[in-house]
């Protein structure tokens, strides 16, 4: 049988989930793979299709409306997709009830992260968390990103281990990767010739900025060249900001919103920080390493897997301010040690992440169950 991938994103931010989702349509098109995106109006990952021209369809209700499915049954219906791949909570939901009784579709769900510890424990991680679980009496298959997102399905969740696949995230890397100092944001906010720590990710809870600010409170006094450029959006931005003020960060701290020049931003800093609670196999981290760009890291999840503490990353427990502090510190003081963990990090990314990999393997389930 022909396949025919109908790929579910129903967010509205870009993060990583999005990014293997347009691999993946990107990979599709040039295969003439019969393809499609179901995305929200006005979302992220609409707009990153729109303006590569790759396939998408429009979801005319909001991803916590039950009326998502019927649609996603006409779209299925009138389309013969064959396999529906869903990327988040809300998708996984609508997409695999929409398909219930109908012939010759079948359902994966691709797991990111794992959405009780992303959640930290809340009510909405649990119900995440049940969300899988009604997907496989629903008889889906599972794709795990990282080996701590297939230890979490197998361990926490309780699937059975012949359910789920273990595809990495994967990145493209450039041949020669260099720094580069004339981005137009670091000149906009003359940061040319200062020592740029960046973050780059959603503004949640989980992501662990709290302790990252904590920390740069502590070490402000002894590096003046010290600055934190925080990239994306989320919703405790208005509370970090106080948080910032309140710590008299101001000066050194600066909030960029979201970009879609991160690779380029990258570059043009000298440290990568992830003080993340819990993580999956984050792409910002890859795409950090794709830069040469030295990673200071939590030892949380598939970071904790793929870094090794001093050889090709700094590695710290999560929510431990000091050890944040003496990482920042460590990383500020040693220049050529930090890089030298950098070129170990893109030696490692280059021979173990292969976009090629990544697509063949998700080919292989989708052939699988057709």
């Known amino acids: 049988m022909t396949i025919a991938p109908l790929i579910v994103d129903l967010s509205l931010r870009y993060g990583g989930a ?146 789920i696949m273990l595809i990495h995230n994967s990145i493209v890397l450039p041949e020669n990767p260099q720094p580069n100092k004339a981005h137009p944001l670091i000149q906009e906010i003359g940061w040319q010739d200062k020592t740029i720590v960046v973050v780059v990710g959603r503004i949640e809870t989980v992501k662990g900025h709290e302790f990252l600010f904590r920390a740069l409170k502590s070490v402000k006094p002894i590096y003046s060249q010290l600055r934190c450029l925080i990239v994306g959006e989320g919703r405790i931005r208005d509370v970090l900001e106080a948080q910032v003020a309140e710590a008299k960060l101001d000066d050194i701290v600066h909030f960029a919103g979201f970009r879609n020049d991160v690779n380029t931003i990258l570059s043009a800093c000298e440290i990568f920080a992830i003080p993340s609670l819990s993580e999956g196999l984050p792409y910002a981290l890859l795409e950090a390493a794709s830069q040469k760009v030295p990673i200071l890291a939590s030892k949380v999840g598939g970071m904790a897997e793929l870094l090794t503490h001093m050889q090709n990353a700094y590695l710290i427990p999560p929510s431990d301010t000091p050890a944040l502090a003496e990482a920042l510190r460590w990383m500020l003081d040693n220049v050529e040690k930090r890089q030298a963990m950098a070129e170990a990090a893109y030696t490692l990314v280059k021979d173990t992440f292969s976009m090629e990999t990544m697509l063949e393997q998700t080919l292989a389930i989708y052939q699988e169950l057709a």
Not at 76 to 90: L, S
């Open 18 to 163: 999005d990014v293997r989702v347009l691999a993946l349509a990107q990979a599709f098109a040039e295969r003439g793979i019969r393809y499609n995106v179901a995305v929200l109006d006005d979302s992220d990952i609409q707009h990153r299709l729109a303006s590569e021209g790759l396939n998408y369809v429009i979801v005319p209700h909001g991803k916590g409306n039950p009326l998502v499915a019927p649609f996603m049954r006409g779209l299925i219906n009138k389309e013969k997709y064959t396999v529906v791949d869903a990327h988040n909570p809300q998708s996984q939901l609508w997409s695999h009830t929409a398909t219930l009784g109908m012939k010759g579709v079948q359902r994966v769900s691709t797991i990111h992260s794992s959405y009780r510890l992303e959640h930290d424990g809340s009510v909405k991680g649990h119900s995440y968390e049940q969300i899988i679980r009604l997907n496989a009496m629903q008889n889906c298959r599972f794709i795990s990103v990282s080996e701590a997102v297939h230890d979490y399905l197998r361990q926490t969740v309780g699937l059975d281990d012949k359910r």
